[in-house]
């Protein structure tokens, strides 16, 4: 049993089993016709009505479901409501115990008039963990504010399919990264009092042929060193106190099922000591897609022996069903006291036992949308903005050239929904409210580039705006009149990509998974035909997954003259375009996921064995576009002086360091990257992979020193005997500028201009780059066994000279 206060005792204590029961579910008010969440409408939830409230709740409730996220509602008003309903609860319930609140908050609190932060995958591209650390911060203070207790983020899956509808919702296809930046984002809400909720626990990314709900075929060594460090990461160094589990089965088995899971790997070996909560519906889908329940009842009893604390969004299994399990002695009600004291130390952890909690006033002025939320939302847009190519046309000139015609074209130009991911309040709810504004400050491309194009007073450029064609379908129609609008301009901004949304409601998000990473719809042929205008074009990509655009980075013929990749940048993320479009910022992004270079090279990861890679034996190649860690800038950075220790004992810690210098006419930020090659090991081990790393801004001719402290567990891996490992032996160092320098030590040629070279040596697509040269080290002594005291944080010193 979990150790408890003594007020958690005397609650247990006095508890019957139904208001045991009622702890362990959620209860979802008002769905006003929404869907955002699989099958809802077969599933019991659609039944929330708040006049059955009292009879429902008369034993208490554990959660309350997205009381501010499901509809739009005036969050004040909504605040009043929620403080009178938890004050009931302490009346009118015999516990007197209120609910706690939970919200999704994956890309800013989903509620109308809150700001939306850029998707996850754009804080993989930012690699700055500070900053979002910051955005969840802020985060926080707005659910804290309106009384939500519980946030339904990160998503700490492992990106391995971009087929996968759900990669916008993901940070990276690099454990560590995911591990470090969803770290930061679960300290920064939790430092408000509000707690994280690591998702989806585990290997739901790895699901076969990128569909959703897809079965998982991973081995144990695979979930064990690829799909649990950044739980591990989150767990360790980031104290978050709540799990939500996977909708998938793995090699059979389903995770909402699984003791090995949610109790023996998870609490038993990584020592979480939070509550686990049902992902919606997957208590009830252990009867309903899996099969492996014969109803409701027994579904309850397997999700609760296995480990899920709450069944959420609702009481499905958890109440009447879970009840009759008990009573007909199929179930020790040992299993639901378990689950009850972890959730009502979590409601004491919140301050939900104190006496005089919602006593106070609600609040009666909120701004979800401050000043503050723009600034990091702008910030991090700006971070995570990754230039894929440029042959000079960017950054555009136009301080004295108000001559300038500029068309600003394509079916995402604008678009404000373009600029959010799926997990966001306007296309998750708002889709089916198309009537009712956003309620917050968000420019679309098209308004942004007017805006930088004719700062002030000043005259500038002319500027046309068609959209072309749309983001689906077949129509093509308005090709004719952009392309002359094309030709008739200077320069060509062509934005394109997708539209988020659930199930069907979209390009890409939830539910919307893909076989082919072509452009949807016409997209492909519009881009070509605005390029065979013979104006040069600025092609941005707004969308939550990298597509195969070899046609744009490297195929034959005419090209686009600069590419701009963008994941889902969020509110501030026009404004962000536009700064970089103009110069008054510098691209700094770094793509966090390899640019594929189809969808039957999928799935892939950089992080391969070296069976892994192109070869002799086959004539498939799935090396991409443009590797893991790659982006451009308008200046351009060298690297020397790398040093390493010498020798490094199993257990300790590995110092690296190397000069950095802005060898460019421009100021600029880096992203350091610091990769390594275990060179023998007892299994295969990744050609590449990322050790550390560091975003460092220069000035021109600056130089700085950056210093490495890797753990030699930052080599770990799990043996032939499935314990995780740190094995002595010889291994390289390097840094480089993206992944892809690791075979490429004869083929390196330093980029300059901002342009970008590639060459086909034979098999595999080489991508110029800068790199160090490579330095060997030794581990010393004995096999380590990897403990939880073992240190994964890799430490970064900037020393600017």
Known sequence: MPTCSSLVRELHARMTLEEKLAQLVGYWLDQGGSVVAPMQGEMAAGKGNPDALAETTCHGIGHYTRVYGTRPVEPLERAAWLWGEQRRLKRETRLGIPALVHEECLTGLAAWQAATFPTPLAWGASFNPVLVREAGQLIGESMRTLGIHQGL????????DPRWGRVDECISEDPYVVGTIGTAFVQGLQSTGVHATAKHFLGYSASQAGRNHGPVHAGPREIADVFLPPFEMAIRDGGIRSVMNSYSEIDGAPVASSPEYLTGMLRDTLGFDGVVVADYFSVAFLAVMHGVARDLGEAGQLALMAGIDVELPTGDAYLE???GQVRAGLLDEGYVDRAVLRVLAQKEELGLLEADVYEDEPPTHVDLDSPQHREVARRLAEESVILLSNDGTLPLDVSSNASLRVAVLGP???????????????????ASHPDLPMGFEIATVLEACTSALRPGDEPGPDIVHLQGCEVEGEDTSGFAEAAAAASSSDVAIVVVGDRAGLFGRGTVGEGNDVDTLELPGVQRQFVEAMVATGTPVVLILLTGRPYAIDWALDGPGARPAAVLQAFFPGEGGALAIADIVTGRVNPSGRLPVSLPRSGGAQPYSYLRPLLGGPS??????????????????????????LETSDATPSDGVIRATVTVTNTGQVAGADVVQLYGHDVHASLTRPTVQLIGYARVFLEPGESGTVSFGVPTARFAFTNRRMVKVVEPGEVDLWVASHSATATQSGDLRETTGGGITSTRPGKGHVVAGTATERVRTVITGDVHQVTSADQRIVSVEVDLT
């Open 153 to 160: 983020a990160p998503v700490l899956d492992v990106i391995r």
């Open 321 to 323: 069903p879970l009840a």
């Open 412 to 430: 995402n130009a604008d678009s404000a929904q373009a600029l959010q991911g799926c997990y966001s309040f306007a296309n998750h709810v708002l």
């Open 616 to 641: 002799d034996v086959t004539v498939a190649d799935s090396t991409p576009l443009r590797p893991f860690g790659f982006g451009l800038s308008y200046t351009t950075f060298s690297y020397s002086s």
